[in-house]
């Protein structure tokens, strides 16, 4: 895919100031390219969904650092680089001690407007088609669905119930609103 370099640095200042529109620009047009690496790199597609989807948690929470003249995508793939090597040394080290890591409760702000394109497409739909709808999605997204709409549960509450970073929780869910909404579409296009 081309990617627009002037359009890709406005996205890039606009996120620096909080723009939801802006991270889910740069989520849709660098997940593939993350991810895609890290399934070359783990082979697993469940580890490497959770690590693109740090990457973009730690990426969004350090955008402000980001360097415009470099670029974005050799950025993402360093970050992402650094967390599955992280999490490769916490899988050797947690072998010898379970210890949990406790994280400062920082919150880390992706702005919050609602409502999206894709919670317009969620809320439109009957219930019993959105259910078999959501089971199309993997286990882990259909729990985060679950969670904040049907439990009506707080990112912080979701986070901490999910025993994750409220960055990953956030990014976890757009996610999954992205994925189901192409399912919607793809069901009201046939």
Same mark, same amino acid.
């Given at each position: 895919?081309?990617?627009?370099?002037?359009?890709?640095?406005?996205?890039?200042?606009?996120?620096?100031?909080?723009?939801?529109?802006?991270?889910?620009?740069?989520?849709?047009?660098?997940?593939?390219?993350?991810?895609? /690496?890290?399934?070359?790199? $783990?082979? #697993?597609?469940?580890? !490497?969904?959770?690590?693109?989807?740090?990457?973009? @948690? =730690?990426? /969004?929470?350090?955008?402000? $650092?980001? #360097?415009?003249?470099? !670029?974005?995508?050799?950025?993402?793939?360093?970050? @992402? =680089?650094?967390?599955?090597?992280?999490?490769?040394?916490?899988?050797?080290? !947690?072998?010898?001690?379970?210890?949990?890591?406790?994280?400062?409760?920082?919150?880390?702000?992706?702005?919050?407007?609602?409502?999206?394109?894709?919670?317009?497409?969620?809320?439109?739909?009957?219930?019993?088609?959105?259910?078999?709808?959501?089971?199309?999605?993997?286990?882990?997204?259909?729990?985060?669905?679950?969670?904040?709409?049907?439990?009506?549960?707080?990112?912080?509450?979701?986070?901490?119930?999910?025993?994750?970073?409220?960055?990953?929780?956030?990014?976890?869910?757009?996610?999954?609103?992205?994925?189901?909404?192409?399912?919607?579409?793809?069901?009201?296009?046939?």
């Amino acid at each position: 895919m081309e990617i627009n370099h002037e359009l890709l640095l406005t996205k890039i200042k606009a996120a620096k100031k909080g723009s939801q529109s802006a991270f889910n620009y740069l989520l849709d047009t660098f997940w593939d390219n993350v991810y895609g /690496f890290q399934l070359k790199k $783990t082979g #697993n597609a469940y580890e !490497s969904e959770d690590i693109t989807i740090q990457t973009f @948690s =730690k990426a /969004f929470n350090k955008i402000h $650092t980001f #360097n415009e003249d470099f !670029s974005f995508s050799t950025w993402l793939i360093a970050i @992402s =680089k650094n967390i599955h090597v992280d999490m490769l040394r916490k899988q050797k080290s !947690s072998i010898r001690s379970q210890t949990t890591s406790d994280q400062n409760e920082k919150v880390y702000r992706i702005a919050d407007e609602t409502p999206t394109i894709e919670d317009k497409l969620i809320s439109e739909q009957h219930l019993a088609q959105l259910l078999t709808d959501i089971k199309q999605l993997k286990p882990h997204y259909q729990e985060v669905i679950n969670l904040r709409y049907f439990q009506e549960k707080s990112y912080k509450e979701i986070a901490q119930s999910l025993d994750e970073p409220m960055n990953n929780v956030k990014i976890k869910l757009l996610r999954a609103k992205k994925l189901l909404a192409e399912i919607i579409e793809a069901r009201k296009s046939v």
